[in-house]
């Protein structure tokens, strides 16, 4: 047997459902880091009484990371070169790179909402407006690649994750605050969407994840700082003084990896599947998360949302199917 035999040459289309299976992967991880960003913005929150500050501390941490290595890298340098000149030539829009507005929604989310509700069923309630905005972001083409087919597999995995939000959130529905606390991850999951599709196209105009990374954390910042600056408007500023423990501060390096990971993968799956597949490991660490550390526990109907939420991902990540030609006769 000759060596040209032992190499196996894949088809193009294996070799496209292996690159998309590997996408779908790195998304499904992106999602665990979004379980433990979760929970340390949730408990840097509730130590400071103010979810919002918590994730301006946080995001501050990995801005400054990114504006440290960004631009001495010819990669991060050239990129924001791209950046500039596809805004200047019309090939980006302002407001794509807006993407860090959704982000600084979701991880205000996590800071206002997790403490209470718990990572689980947070994540759950992230589901219903991640399915939604992900599904209105690939029809109206605000990702990298353009528009994708609304097929019946996607808008039913869409409603049954919907569904899910509904049987996970059913049991802490009551009580002062509460219709709040399930509103705010709903909102934050149609912006996580929308922030997914944008960074992805900053990303593709700059040639690399890391520009369009910092764009969004320099975004995301200006974003928090404003609403910190006016929270006092709303309501009385909390006492609380910013803990010591530098593992606190975390969440925001785990957010420099999903924004980066979400800027590679969302061009090749869309923003549907992409979202689904995260918001499948989301689950998997908040699982764990919520199981393993002190705080609410997964009720039984979080564990059956979670089973419905992987059936969901898996209906929505089937690609469509082409039609065959049929010949005369």
């Known amino acids: 047997m000759s060596a040209r035999d032992d190499k196996i040459e894949l088809s193009p289309r294996t070799a496209r459902g292996r690159r998309r299976a590997v996408a779908i992967g790195a998304a499904v991880l992106a999602g665990v880091g979004l ?14 009484g103010d979810g919002v500050a918590a994730s301006l501390a946080s995001t501050t941490a990995g801005m400054v990371l990114l504006l440290a290595l960004v631009p001495t890298l010819p990669a991060g340098r050239r990129g924001l070169r791209f950046i500039g000149a596809a805004l200047r030539s019309g090939g980006l829009r302002w407001w794509h790179c807006c993407g860090g507005v959704g982000g600084a929604v979701f991880v205000a989310g996590q800071g206002v909402s997790v403490g209470a509700l718990g990572v689980a069923a947070f994540t759950v309630a992230i589901v219903g407006g991640t399915a939604t905005g992900s599904l209105l ?90 609403a910190v600056l006016l929270e006092p408007v709303v309501r009385t500023a909390p006492a609380g003084r910013l803990p010591t423990e530098p593992w606190l501060y975390a969440a925001g390096l785990i957010g420099i990896g999903v924004i980066a990971t979400a800027t590679l993968v969302v061009g090749q799956v869309g923003v549907l599947v992409f979202s689904l597949a995260s918001v499948a490991g989301q689950l998997s660490g908040a699982l764990a998360l919520d199981t393993m550390t002190p705080g609410p526990r997964p009720s039984v109907a979080t564990w059956i949302a979670t089973v419905v939420t992987f059936g969901a991902v898996v209906l929505a990540a089937r690609p469509p199917r082409r039609r065959r030609s049929v010949g005369p006769g």
Do not use: K
């Open 137 to 226: 972001a690939d029809r109206w083409g605000l990702g990298p690649g353009g528009r994708h087919a609304v097929t019946l597999a996607r808008v039913g995995g869409a409603l049954v994750c919907v569904a899910a939000v509904a049987v996970a959130v059913h049991d802490r529905s009551g009580g002062e605050g509460a219709l709040l606390l399930v509103v705010l991850p709903l909102l934050a999951g149609i912006a996580v969407a929308v922030q997914s599709a944008l960074n992805g196209r900053v990303g593709a105009a700059a040639g690399s994840p890391w520009p369009a990374t910092l764009v969004s954390f320099v975004v995301a910042e200006l974003t928090l700082t404003v």
């Open 35 to 48: 379980a433990a960003q979760a929970r340390l913005n949730g408990e840097l929150g509730a130590r400071l």
